[in-house]
């Protein structure tokens, strides 16, 4: 559990400053929002609008050693970080707390504490809506002027059950086609806190309910066209949205598979997990097969679409501004989500020369495309299993993930290093790294089974 202690004594600190400034400062937004929810919430972040000299408060909160740096200093935003905990307070916006509170998007996030006395501002009637889990814009301009606002609805409507009512769905649909004008980092942020907030795996299938998806995504309409073939029974977009599903019934430990530490998903890169890219991936795991489908002689076929679909992806990624090493991690996911399942098709497992290619082409990789390959499959045989494939499908790649642990093993415990290598031959450069690979992989064949087996094997070589 996240302590709170020190949100909590900060609200008491500013509570003490504020009386003695006699300032006007009030909690806003999220921490109001599901606090009036369940008062057991435990909100991690904290937002302050405060009316009058901010820069004097943040001065007197320095003197007890809360440190603020500027978010948008323009705007008069600034931030505080006190262990987990973000906390941030910006100038009020026009002449009163209603004010400002008009120029927020739902009205369930138009809800005010004034910090001094405990008293609630809902001119909006935000309490009202949460009560009837109604998403409501504070008003016609509300999403207009800032359309990201529209994914962060979505996030409310996932997160905690909601339903936009008919006045902000007419709202939605009118501006949908405007999202991608917003600033493309805060695409990403609220496309990522969407797919970390899914529990149910309906993500996708809420943003395309909507007319988002389609706006920041290529392809997803034209997808819902193609698909069928001897392998699927469903379109693209669909199968695409089940691979995604199945994925979240890993994570939530409806499905399990045998080997799989989850743990190795809590990896950050940036804010967020290898979790949450890794359920990207797999939703666009088939994004390729539009660019790639053809059709000769009544026969269908996608061939490619994986080096395409990567390549879709890069570009997607790019141009949402994701973190470089995330980007790298999705498309090399899409890029290598067919390996296994040819190492499958063709007996490859008793075959470890390629085993081993696959790990050291994918290494770093291995368990995510491991795992795309399977929501892959157990998708496609959810609705068509003529050969009975999925059960055998699963058991290779529990299979795998054994294999891939014994390959991490070998490569993090060498019975030779980079030193003993060239005191051995004399040599050094570039050609020392192949030479420790070559003993890698003749471990995992078995070939070099100890210390002196891997010198005399150097001895023996002519490098």
Known sequence: MVDLNYLKKFIYDLRNIANDMELEIYLVGGYVRDKLMSAQAEPEDADFVIKGNI???????????????????????????????????????????????????????AIAMRVINDKIFDPFYGRRALKSRILKSVNEKSLEKDPVRILRGIRFYIKCGMHFNLETEKQIEKISNKVMEAPKERIFRELMWIIKEDQSGSAFEIMDDYGILKNIMPYIDELKT???????????????????????DILKGKMNLKG????????????????????????????????????????????????KGAEI??????????????????????????YPLGLFKNGSLNNRKAVYKFFYRYD??????????????????????????????????????????????????????????????????????????DINKLRYLGRINSREEAIDYLKSQSF
Not at 62 to 77: H, L, Q, V
Not at 226 to 248: A, P, Q, R, S, W
Not at 378 to 402: P, V
């Open 55 to 109: 820069h004097k408060f943040m001065t007197e909160m320095s003197k007890i050693d809360y440190k603020f740096f500027p978010i948008k200093e323009d705007a008069g935003i600034y931030r505080c970080i006190l262990d987990k905990n973000t906390i941030d307070i910006s100038s009020m916006k026009g002449n009163s707390i209603e004010e400002d509170l008009g120029t927020r998007d739902f009205t369930i996030n």
């Open 260 to 307: 799989l530490d989850l743990s190795v998903f809590e990896v950050k890169i940036g804010e967020f997990e290898l979790s949450e890219y890794l359920g990207l991936a797999c939703f666009m795991h088939d994004i390729g097969k539009y660019e790639a489908y053809k059709k000769e002689n009544n026969k269908i076929s996608f061939h490619g679409h994986d080096i």
């Open 226 to 248: 193609i698909g069928k073939c001897k392998y699927h029974v469903e379109d693209v977009f669909t199968h695409m949205n089940l691979t995604y599903g199945v994925f979240k």
């Open 313 to 338: 992806c890069k570009n997607f990624c790019n141009n949402l501004k994701f973190p470089k090493k995330a980007e790298n991690y999705i498309e090399n996911i899409v890029r290598g989500h067919m």
């Open 364 to 437: 770093g990789y291995v368990i995510g495309i491991l795992v795309t390959a399977f929501c892959d499959n157990y998708a496609t045989r959810m609705n068509l299993d003529r050969e009975n494939e999925k059960e055998r499908f699963k058991a290779f790649i529990e299979r795998m993930l054994k294999e891939y642990k014994l390959y991490c093993e070998i490569r993090e415990n060498r019975f030779l290093n980079g030193k003993d290598v060239m005191k051995i031959l004399g040599k050094r450069g570039p050609v020392i790294k192949d030479i420790l690979e």
